[in-house]
C-alpha cells in the first residue's frame, strides 16, 4: 500500500468478472461476493451474487461489503443506485482501451481499495501502453450469431486487437454492430476472423462452417475481452 493510501477495503464484492481476477491476484480473502460470471480463479470460494446484469442486490447488502465494485459497460445504472440509496458505497469505472485498463487498476489499487499492486499490473503497461505496432491484418471479431454481431469501434477489445496488430474491420461501427454474414465473410474488407468462446461459444463445429471465403481462428474469449491478470497471457495471441 502506498504512503496515504486510503484504509484498506476489507470486504469487496465485485460484480465485474475481470476486476473479480485482479482482486484475487492480491487478496482473494477480501473478496466477499462475486457473480456467476466470475470464473478466474476457478478456486475463489465467495457469495455469488447472480449476474452482472441482474446482481441479487439483497445478497450485496447481507454481504454488508466496505466496497462495491462496477463498471459502466457491463453493470446497470439503476443497481448502482439502488445499491447507493442503501448506503453501500459503489465504485465505477469505465474502460474502453487497455491503458485505460491499467490506468484504472492503478487507481482502484493505490485510492479505492488501498492494496499494494499486484507484479502483473507493471507487467502490463510495459507490454501494453507503448507505440501502437504495424498492422498485419485486418479482423472481425463476431459476439454473437443469429443475428450476427461483431466489436465496433471504442471498445477494449478493438483497442487489445489493434494492440496486437490487427485492425478492426468494424472499428469505424457502434460498438457491437448488428452486420450481414456476407459483410464479415468479405475478403475485400477481413483479412481473418477470431471466434472467441465468449459472450457466444462458437465452437469447432459452430462458427467456423458459416465462413467460405475468409479463414478463421478460434480465441479464448477472456484473452480477447477481459482486462486484468489476462492480458498477460493475451499478449501471445500476436504469437498465435
Known amino acids: ?9 476489507r470486504r469487496v464484492v465485485s460484480l465485474v468478472p475481470s476486476l473479480t481476477e485482479a482482486l484475487a491476484s492480491v487478496a482473494p480473502e477480501r473478496v466477499v461476493g ?9 478456486d475463489l470460494a465467495v457469495t455469488r451474487v447472480r449476474g452482472t446484469k441482474n446482481p441479487d442486490l439483497a445478497a450485496v447488502r447481507a454481504l454488508e461489503p466496505d466496497l462495491v465494485l462496477a463498471v459502466k459497460e457491463e453493470n446497470r445504472e439503476l443497481d448502482v443506485r439502488r445499491l ?19 490506468s484504472t487498476f492503478e487507481d482502484l489499487f493505490d485510492r479505492v481499495l488501498g492494496w499494494d499492486r499486484p507484479d502483473w499490473l507493471g507487467t502490463a503497461r510495459e507490454q501494453w501502453c507503448g507505440p501502437l505496432p504495424p498492422v498485419v491484418a ?4 463476431p459476439v454473437w450469431r443469429d443475428p450476427w454481431m461483431v466489436v465496433g469501434g471504442d471498445t477494449f477489445t ?7 496488430g490487427w485492425a478492426n474491420a468494424f472499428g469505424d461501427r457502434e460498438r457491437y454492430p448488428h452486420v450481414e454474414l456476407a459483410e464479415v465473410d468479405d475478403p475485400d474488407r477481413v483479412d481473418l476472423v477470431l471466434l472467441p468462446d465468449e459472450p457466444y461459444e462458437f465452437t469447432a463445429a459452430d462458427g467456423p462452417e ?3 471465403r475468409v479463414p478463421t481462428r478460434r480465441v479464448p474469449g477472456r484473452l480477447l475481452t477481459w482486462y486484468g491478470p489476462s492480458l498477460g497471457e493475451a ?5 498465435g
Open 158 to 164: 478493438s483497442d487489445l486487437a489493434r494492440r496486437l
Open 84 to 102: 447507493r440509496d442503501a448506503g453501500v458505497r459503489v465504485h465505477i469505472s469505465e474502460i474502453s482501451t487497455v491503458p485505460e485498463a491499467v
Open 138 to 141: 485486418r479482423v472481425a471479431i
Open 210 to 212: 458459416a465462413f467460405t
Open 1 to 9: 500500500m502506498i504512503p496515504g493510501a486510503p484504509r484498506a477495503a
Open 34 to 42: 462475486a457473480t456467476d460470471w466470475c470464473t478466474h480463479p476457478a
Open 235 to 239: 499478449a501471445a495471441l500476436r504469437d
